[in-house]
């Protein structure tokens, strides 16, 4: 197992007999699971948000990039179609 280090937190009434309450349903062998797990989907949402963040910012650079101009769908058909066939 990894290195762990021992905290003690403290939550309101409300949220420890939600914790509680999904350990007794049998959701989580103890409400030390129940935080990790919700520490761990934190984790994924703060990497969400940096994804989000790198999207936005491509995104941007390439509006600022220029105007592509107006595009024919028989074009970028065609386009699409040599390109397959040059792959083979």
Known sequence: MADVERMTVVFPEPLAGQLRAAVE???YASTSEAVLDAVRVWGRRALRQREIEMLRRARDEGKASGSAGPLKIADV????KAER???G
């Open 25 to 27: 349903a049998g959701e």
């Open 77 to 80: 058909i065609a386009e699409a």
């Open 85 to 87: 066939v040059l792959k």
